[in-house]
């Protein structure tokens, strides 16, 4: 792993574990190993740090989109694509999305960030209702809604499902962490996405 990326994924795991303002720059080299100078050569202050953690995400998220066939920008941007992916696809990518929110390496730690930082400021809050929050619900409202218009659903008020669909995966990612049984919480949301594409894909 190079130095950059390396000095990345320790500053993220130190924001994660002592909140973003706690952590300096000193911080972050001293846990590498390294002079403040050295690490200047990668980066400017923390800010850019974080900012590259955030286009790291962004990155990702447009990655995983794409591999799922679900949108991956918003509605205003790209409509048509809201009305012609599958709703099993969404279901799917969610359950993907539990996966890679609760153990893969670089997305845990900045979801339990966020789910800190979130009530210290407003730019932590932003980010955690973009990625974790009413971002999801506006997102998947928006694609309940034209695949219901499509006839590809079965009809319902689509802010209402969208919340019934992510509301138990977001639960579920906060008991994950603290869980010693965490199979079971997993299989309790494969239970919630079982029943939910029985409820509404039409076949």
Not at 45 to 57: A, V
Not at 81 to 105: C, G, H, K, N, P
Not at 168 to 186: H, N, T
């Amino acid at each position: 792993m190079k130095t950059k990326e390396r000095i990345l994924v320790e500053a993220l795991h130190l924001f994660e574990k002592r909140g973003f303002e706690a952590v300096s720059v000193s911080d972050i080299a001293g846990s590498m190993g390294m002079t403040k100078g050295a690490l200047y050569r990668h980066y400017k202050n923390k800010e850019d740090i974080l900012q590259s953690i955030i286009e790291r995400m962004q990155e990702n998220d447009r990655i995983r989109a794409q591999e799922y066939d679900v949108p991956e920008d918003t509605f205003e941007e790209t409509p048509e694509v809201y009305r012609e992916s599958e709703l099993v696809s969404m279901i799917r990518f969610l359950e993907a999305q539990f996966d890679y929110w609760t153990e893969d390496s670089f997305a845990a730690p900045f979801r339990r960030m966020l789910t800190i930082e979130q009530y210290r400021s407003e730019e932590m809050a932003a980010l955690h209702h973009d990625y974790l929050g009413g971002g999801v619900i506006d997102y998947v409202t928006d694609f309940f809604r034209e695949q219901m218009e499509a006839g590809k659903m079965r009809m319902g008020q689509p802010e209402a499902v969208a919340c019934e669909f992510y509301g138990p995966a977001y639960l579920m990612m906060g008991l994950y962490d603290g869980a010693k049984e965490k199979g079971q919480i997993r299989e309790r949301l494969q239970t919630h996405l079982k029943v939910f594409e029985e409820r509404y894909v039409i076949r």
